[in-house]
């Protein structure tokens, strides 16, 4: 997806070096310790995955009344299912969940920044914040989605939701055709990131 959008090739080092001086900063201070940072980064890397998002989508393949569920109230869904502890918090008291149907596509952005599901995907990628990519989705969603490779029929309706700091929404993406003699954890691996962000189809190649 990132290789859709321009951006200046020095931006990982820029960025490396803003936040580095900004952690100094922020120690020098004594707002946080020198192991804050990476204990943050660890919970989302161990606890706060798109693992947590894989098993809610196979939960509502599989469960037609926890998908109904997942839709009317979606932190009490998620609340249902064995997953890791947080994720009523880390902005999960404000997850949304729309499924795509057929005749139905959804697109997941945020208009203004970077808001974001944590819980259920992790950290947002970076193309995701892209100006380029926020703004073109919101105005153009069916030319952006055909360029990074989903080809909907022209009577697909194509919703485009705008994550906020009061709802961050996720994509239920439909379950691929023959797949009813899949294992639970054959399902999972036909869910990524992409396609719970609705800029990429369930089973196919990222």
């Given at each position: ?5 321009a951006y ?13 001086a900004?952690?100094?900063l ?5 707002v ?13 890397e ?8 894989k098993?809610i ?7 037609a ?14 609340a249902?299912?064995?997953l ?13 969940a ?6 139905v ?8 920044c ?9 950290l947002?990628?970076?193309?995701y914040?892209d100006?380029?990519?926020r ?13 990074v490779?989903v080809?909907l029929p ?13 709802a961050?929404?996720?994509?239920i993406p439909?379950?691929?055709?023959a ?9 999972m691996?036909l ?16």
């Amino acid at each position: 997806m990132s290789g859709q959008f321009a951006y200046p090739q020095d931006r990982e080092q820029s960025s490396a070096a803003k936040v580095a001086a900004l952690e100094s900063l922020l120690i020098e201070k004594g707002v946080i310790t020198p192991e804050t940072v990476n204990k943050v980064l660890a919970y989302f890397e161990s606890e706060m995955t798109p693992l947590n998002g894989k098993k809610i989508v196979v939960r509502a393949w599989t469960d037609a009344g926890f998908l109904a569920r997942l839709l009317a109230d979606t932190p009490a869904a998620i609340a249902e299912l064995d997953l890791p502890k947080g994720m009523v918090g880390a902005e999960g008291e404000h997850l949304r969940a729309v499924a795509n149907a057929p005749g139905v596509h959804n697109l997941i952005i945020c208009s203004l920044c970077s808001c974001f599901p944590w819980p259920v995907l992790g950290l947002p990628p970076y193309w995701y914040k892209d100006p380029v990519f926020r703004a073109r989705a919101a105005r153009e969603p069916r030319k952006v989605l055909a360029e990074v490779g989903v080809h909907l029929p022209e009577d697909t309706e194509i919703k485009v939701w705008d994550s906020s700091g009061t709802a961050r929404w996720f994509v239920i993406p439909e379950r691929p055709t023959a797949t009813e003699d899949f294992t639970e954890a054959q399902l999972m691996e036909l869910v990524t990131t992409e396609s719970m962000m609705g800029v990429a189809l369930a089973g196919a190649r990222s």
